[in-house]
Nanobody
Framework: QVQLVESGGGLVQAGGSLRLACVAS????????MAWFRQAPGKEREFVTG????????DYVDSVKGRFTISRDNAKNTVYLQMNGLKPEDTAVYYC?????????????????????WGQGTQVTVSS
C-alpha cells in the first residue's frame, strides 16, 4: 500500500505563486509514474501534469503550459508542482496520484482510471 500526502495549498491573489508537494511512501519512488490532477466545484477531475516512469516524459494540460512546472526529488520521495501566474480558473482541489507500482509506464497517463493511488487533496484558491 502506497500513501501519498500533499501539502502547500492555500489562498493566493491572481498572478501569485504556490508550490505543492507530495510525499510518497515506498522503496521504488524513482520509478513511480506520478501526476497531479485537479477538481473544481461541479467539474470532473482533470489531468494537470505528470511524469512517465523514467521521468523523461512530462506532459502538461494546455491551460497550464508555461506557468506550472512539475519536478521530483527522488532522495526525498517527493513530487512538486510549482504554480506561477495563478489565475482564478486554477482554483480547485489538487490531487497527487500514482500509477500502480511495479509497472513500467513509458508514457504519461492523462485519465483518472490509469492511476491506482490518490492523496487526500489540497485546496488551492486564487482570488481575482
Amino acid at each position: 500500500q502506497v500513501q501519498l500526502v500533499e501539502s502547500g495549498g492555500g489562498l493566493v491573489q491572481a498572478g501569485g505563486s504556490l508550490r505543492l508537494a507530495c510525499v510518497a511512501s515506498g522503496r521504488t519512488f524513482s520509478t513511480y509514474a506520478m501526476a497531479w490532477f485537479r477538481q473544481a466545484p461541479g467539474k470532473e477531475r482533470e489531468f494537470v501534469t505528470g511524469f512517465s516512469s523514467s521521468g523523461l516524459r512530462i506532459d502538461y494540460v494546455d491551460s497550464v503550459k508555461g506557468r506550472f512546472t512539475i519536478s521530483r526529488d527522488n532522495a526525498k520521495n517527493t513530487v512538486y508542482l510549482q504554480m506561477n501566474g495563478l489565475k482564478p480558473e486554477d482554483t480547485a482541489v489538487y490531487y497527487c496520484t500514482l500509477r500502480a507500482p511495479g509497472g513500467w509506464y513509458p508514457t504519461v497517463g492523462r485519465t483518472t482510471d490509469e492511476y491506482a493511488y490518490w492523496g487526500q487533496g489540497t485546496q488551492v484558491t486564487v482570488s481575482s
